[in-house]
């Protein structure tokens, strides 16, 4: 109690989340995701041409042709701006992990709430040089932090240092 | 030290791969029986049942493959440097999971018919969390098995504090502080008092799925059924017809709901005793759950005008407890009465003293976006009303009109309801237009907060914040950033609270 005798300084003298430098990831990130869209993209269109070219149903093509031409421009504008949202920043005490454009979503997770950590590549990630690093809580799937397009190094270190911190805090 | 053993990362036992391949073909055909089986019996010739088996054996090369290179990719460890057992796996992606020691909240062998027959069991590890975060060797020999489990013991006990027993504790303290049961007026009251809106939903799907057997059977007979029906609506008639049909509906879900009370609930009884609550209840599953105050996630205590008159409450709580997979889920206890639920609270959580309290409220742009998405459904019905041609356009007006004006009542007092209360040690949400709910979380049992920020919310300083338990999420949307202070108090709570969150 004697902590909070005047608690309106107190509270604001607190360290600031929002005030923290956030790290950009890897760039390569960003031509994986392309890359991901790009697949999508020929999916999408040979579908629309198997769907022309058979003529199998007139608004099912408008549609598809509509849906095509209006979402992946979309898509891959808003690929580019959400790469550059992407940050994280490690505090002494906690993870930070921040992403999104429309809807910019910041999520903290103190080092003592942490379960467990683990890092995760697919072929794309190998061919890039990058990896994902994903640090589970035990609050469900909104609770954990998922950094994607790490370069290999970068992540591995930073396992390094949050293992250190678990068993750190785990006594 | 015995943990050499586990030092080099290792495989799983030769035969895992007949065993992860089997159970690989096992889940395949149950995906795929139904298609198998339209084959054989509609379109049965020689032709497709070869290429069906030459599918299945294609399959089975694929499988196979599969299987030996999921069991060379498979390796496990002990890193007794760093306290952790350390598995890599994964066919198409890599993934190397590491789990310390101290996390460690489970661990036990288990095996199935086909295991046993094999002499390989399974070695599950369980970490606190959702589901995907446990660790499963499908194949490990008896031995290795035994050996490895009684290793990972022991460095699990080394971490966990000395937690009593609880058998132990149960001997301590049989004499019970306080006793609740509920009676039967009580368990009436409930039935009566609960919103019907379930028992309503189950009528009208019963009927529908009647009217919909009806009407595929007896499609020659529609016709003498709809010249009935016309028959009907002189209006006056076609009125107290729909009046006794609705009397008669609610007065079902009220029934339904009752006895869906009464097996649920019968004989509910709560005990405090030194440590914990005990409740047990239920005819058909017979629950006998004991709650201790740091499993305690999230509690929410639940009523509406009515039962607050007939001094009812309900409280709901979200426990987390690995060793019993069916109490992380929420435990409702109805029923209670206003003094019962205050030496609920006094005993679940035991700082209430607090030197401040802050009440946020949400910007009032959370009305406008909660209409927008509520009114969707009318522009939708527009569209599917011009395009089939089912209502008459004025019926539509008036049935929309009719939605719009509650949704907008509702959606107002809705608004007027939400808050959320910060204090010392407590958050509190407070939410509920007829059902009035409260939530309350213990600031240092959160596991992280999301902040989302919304492009069109930046201008006016809002935020939507998220809350993580191991309980479940508690939100909290369109508020001013002027709360961003408490949400780093709450950081510096979590962190600086040594006491561990279950």
Redesign the interface.
């Known amino acids: ?1 004697e902590n ?1 005798t005047n ?1 309106s300084i107190e ?2 003298s ?5 005030e923290v430098d956030f790290q950009p990831i890897s760039e390569s990130y960003l031509i994986k995701s392309y890359l991901l869209k790009f697949l999508l993209l020929c999916a999408a269109v040979i579908v629309w041409v198997v769907l022309f070219y058979y003529d199998i149903n007139l608004v099912l093509t408008s549609i598809l042709a509509v849906f095509i031409v209006l979402y992946f421009p979309f898509k891959f504008w808003n690929t580019f701006k959400v790469q550059d949202t992407y940050g994280f920043a490690l505090r002494e ?2 993870i930070l992990f921040k992403r ?14 942490i ?9 794309l ?1 190998k061919y890039l040089k990058i990896s994902t690093l994903k640090i ?8 954990d ?1 998922i950094i994607p397009g790490l370069t290999t190094d970068l992540a591995l270190r930073l ?1 390094e240092a949050l ?1 250190v911190k ?2 750190a805090n ?2 | 030290m015995d943990s050499n053993l586990f030092a080099v990362p290792q495989r799983q036992s030769k035969i895992g791969i007949l065993l992860i391949f089997l159970t690989r073909i096992f889940t395949l055909l149950k995906g795929f029986w139904a298609i198998l089986a339209y084959f054989l019996f509609t379109k049965f010739s020689m032709s497709t049942l070869i290429y069906m088996l030459l599918g299945l054996a294609l399959i089975s090369i694929l499988a196979l493959i599969y299987s030996v290179v999921y069991y060379k990719n498979f390796l496990f460890h002990i890193d007794a440097l760093k306290q952790e057992f350390v598995v890599e796996k994964g066919v198409f992606t890599k993934e190397k999971i590491a789990i310390p020691f101290d996390r460690i909240q489970q661990v036990y062998i288990k095996h199935s018919i086909l295991q046993r027959i094999l002499n390989v069991d399974s070695f599950v590890i369980e970490t606190a969390g959702s589901k995907g975060e446990e660790i499963k060797i499908q194949a490990i020999s008896n031995e290795d098995a035994n050996r490895l489990l009684e290793i990972l013991l022991k460095e699990k006990n080394n971490y966990s504090e000395n937690i009593p027993d609880s058998e132990f504790t149960e001997k301590t303290d049989k004499v019970p502080y306080w006793t609740h049961k509920i009676s039967f007026i009580t368990l009436l009251k409930i039935g009566i008092s609960t919103n019907y809106l379930r028992g309503l939903v189950l009528i009208v799907g019963f009927f529908a799925t009647i009217y919909n057997e009806i009407s595929t059977l007896s499609v020659e007979h529609s016709e003498t059924i709809k010249t009935y029906l016309d028959e009907i609506p002189a209006p006056m008639e076609s009125i107290s017809i729909f009046l006794i049909i609705a009397f008669i509906v609610l007065l079902m879900s009220i029934l339904i709901t009752v006895a869906e009370v009464f097996i649920k609930y019968f004989n509910l009884q709560l005990t405090q005793k030194k440590d914990s609550l005990q409740l047990e209840m239920g005819i058909k599953t017979h629950t006998k759950v004991s709650l201790q105050p740091r499993r305690v996630q999230l509690l929410q205590i639940i009523t509406n005008p009515v039962q607050k008159w007939l001094n009812l409450y309900q409280v709901r709580i979200s426990l987390a407890n690995t060793e019993d997979k069916l109490q992380k889920s929420k435990i409702k206890i109805p029923g209670l009465d206003e003094s019962t639920v205050a030496k609920m609270n006094s005993f679940l959580f035991t700082d209430q003293l607090s030197n401040f309290k802050e009440s946020f409220s949400p910007n009032k742009i959370l009305v406008v976006r909660n209409l927008i998405i509520a009114l969707i459904p009318v522009l939708a019905s527009y569209f599917i009303v011009t395009f089939m041609d089912i209502l008459t356009f004025k019926t539509w007006v008036i049935l929309a009109m009719i939605y719009t004006v509650i949704v907008i009542i509702w959606q107002i007092f809705f608004f007027k309801s939400l808050a959320l209360i910060l204090s010392e040690d407590f958050l509190f949400k407070k939410y509920g237009v007829w059902n009035k709910t409260e939530e309350r979380i213990e600031i240092y049992k959160i596991q992280s907060i999301s902040i989302l920020q919304p492009l069109w919310y930046k201008k006016k300083n809002l935020i939507n914040i998220v809350f993580h338990t191991a309980g479940g999420d508690v939100s909290f949307s369109a508020v001013n950033k002027s709360i961003l202070p408490y949400v780093n108090y709450m950081f510096y709570k979590i962190e600086s609270d040594a006491r561990s969150w279950m």
Do not use: W
Not at chain 1, 115 to 123: A, G, N, W
């Open positions: 109690m909070f608690n509270i604001g607190l360290p600031q989340f929002e005490k906690d999104g454009y429309f809807i910019c979503t910041t999520t903290v997770v103190p080092f003592n709430r379960q467990h950590v683990s890092i995760s590549r697919d072929v990630d589970f809580t035990a609050g469900g799937s909104g609770s932090i396992k293992a678990l068993t785990g006594l």
